[in-house]
């Protein structure tokens, strides 16, 4: 099941907050344009937070894309704690996208995306319920595509 849209405003904005505003407000030496940077921010979050959980996938994506990448920057590739997965934004990203940056993940990463153990990722790969990657793994697509199916069963 998805996240609540109130949820996802808050983590979104929290990171933000966290990642992005705290460390500009010690910058700017507690400038109080940071206060309003904050609310549009929070505003902002509301928005995104509509078009993740929106009907337009072209549009989530995009803001897919720019959310991750902006919040989560790095020369490696991105590979969120597991926990990470079960957040508002995690299961948001795995439903849209499956993992956004990888063609392939763990059956502990599928496991924390699903909600499941690893074990029951390993029982739904030998039943042919998820697609195993050729050389490791499984399939993001996979993961993606069996958690819109959920989507669909409990609308």
């Known amino acids: 099941m998805p996240p609540s849209h109130g949820d996802l405003v808050e983590q979104l ?3 933000i907050d966290i990642r992005l505003l705290d460390p500009l407000e010690i910058l ?3 400038h109080e344009r940071v206060a309003s940077l904050r609310a549009i921010v929070h505003e902002r979050a509301a928005s995104w937070a509509t078009t993740l959980l929106g009907n337009d996938d072209r549009a989530a994506m995009g803001a897919i894309i ?6 989560y920057p790095g020369d490696g590739p991105f590979e969120p704690p ?3 997965w079960r957040s508002p934004l995690g299961q948001v990203v795995a439903r849209r996208v499956g993992h956004p940056t990888a063609e392939s993940v763990s059956y502990a990463v599928a496991g924390a995306m699903l909600g499941i153990t690893r074990q029951g990722v390993h029982d739904l790969v030998s039943r042919g319920k998820l697609a195993r990657h050729p050389e490791r ?9 069996r ?3 959920e989507r669909t069963r409990h609308a």
């Not at 720019?66 to 919040?71: A, D």
């Not at 793994?137 to 595509?145: H, M, P, T």
């Open 13 to 15: 904005a929290g990171l």
């Open 28 to 30: 700017l030496d507690g």
């Open 66 to 71: 720019r959310v991750v990448s902006t919040l």
């Open 82 to 84: 597991l926990d990470w």
């Open 137 to 145: 793994g499984v399939l993001c697509a996979s993961v993606r595509d």
């Open 147 to 149: 958690l819109r199916q």
